[in-house]
């Protein structure tokens, strides 16, 4: 079977691609039938294939925002690790017990911040170029992904991802802790109060369950607050985790960037349209140690259309994670 995979020519595999069900949760990793959104995947040869998906109208975490007109750029983030990690399992053979581990990733969407959101459903194709496959004794070991990506008819931008792959004994050699006991998991971190919360409405949200910013502090050098670990949370908590996630440092660095920019430019967080992030993964954001986001003061463009911010996330005197968050300005913001 052939199959187009580039982005001008996504329309062509629609016909081909099922967006009548989900996946098999186990093989993105979800515990939740709401948290899946990857509705198909075929492998075109080798090195390529392309996956479906369905964005929801209507999600209480993805389309919790003070301006509800607007797409999630972090819910197509999502949509793309859950296609790569349906591939690693589906095509590339890994087992069910292989741990993923994040390096790096990036999204740019020049497209998204002009985009509706349609009133219903809407399908999103991502087509899917890999290189510098790593294989170990016949196992996927490292693998490094582009991805294009179209929602409804509008080619809005791609993402780029680099992750390795580990099997489950040797994650928990490396994972084991010799003198403190057992690593916690987030189901330890379930309590719903949250002294301290940041203003739903200074990070684009609406309610404060989506909030995960604590006693953020402004001065010249930018805005820093604390992560709070909300480990009942259904989508950033989908199930148990022994350490916080990329995508839960990804939704604290969107905040806090929200957050310097309004400090800076005096402009709301729902006027802003996060459109590129770039983020590198050092080490494991541990759950029981007290974690650091801090923004630096935003660069101030002409005529103030975006900002760029550069998030630092810090843990034990030392950065896990750095990434740089570019927001442009929204219609009518």
Request: with cysteine.
């Amino acid at each position: 079977m052939t199959i187009a995979v580039e982005a001008d020519r996504a329309p062509d595999v629609l016909p081909q691609l099922n967006f009548d069900h989900t996946v098999p949760k186990n093989l993105v990793h979800r515990r939740a039938l709401s948290e899946v959104f990857l509705t198909d995947s075929s492998l075109i040869d080798e090195s390529r294939f392309v996956a479906a998906a369905q964005l929801p109208p209507s999600h209480a975490y993805y389309t919790d925002h003070t301006t509800p007109d607007t797409v999630d750029p972090l819910l197509l983030l999502e949509c793309c690790r859950q296609a790569e990690t349906h591939a690693v399992h589906a095509h590339f053979g890994a087992p069910m017990g292989t741990k993923f581990v994040l390096q790096e990733w990036s999204m740019d969407l020049p497209g998204l911040a002009s985009m509706k959101p349609a009133p219903g459903p809407t399908p999103a194709v991502i087509s899917v170029d890999t290189h510098d496959a790593r294989w170990l004794g016949g196992e996927l070991r490292g693998l490094a992904y582009r991805m294009r990506i179209r929602v409804g008819e509008e080619y809005v931008g791609e993402a780029r991802m680099r992750v390795k792959y580990v099997a489950d004994d040797v994650y928990a050699m490396l994972r084991g802790r010799r003198d403190d006991g057992p690593l916690p998991t987030s189901d330890a971190y379930r309590a719903s109060a949250a002294p301290g919360l940041c203003e739903p409405g200074r990070v684009g949200r609406r309610h404060e369950e989506n909030v995960i910013l604590l006693d953020p502090v402004a001065d010249e050098r930018g805005v820093q607050a604390r992560l709070r670990v909300a480990g009942g949370h259904p989508s950033l908590f989908d199930h148990a985790q022994d350490h916080v996630p990329g995508m839960v440092l990804m939704e604290a660095g969107r905040q806090i960037s929200l957050l310097a920019a309004e400090e800076v430019m005096g402009v709301p967080a729902g006027s802003w349209r996060v459109s590129r992030l770039d983020a590198s993964f050092g080490a494991y954001a541990e759950l029981d140690a007290p974690l650091t986001v801090r923004a630096s003061r935003p660069g101030r463009p002409e005529r103030e259309t975006g900002f760029t911010a550069r998030v630092t996330f810090e843990q034990d005197e030392r950065a896990v994670a750095t990434a740089v968050f570019t927001g442009t300005r929204g219609e009518g913001g």
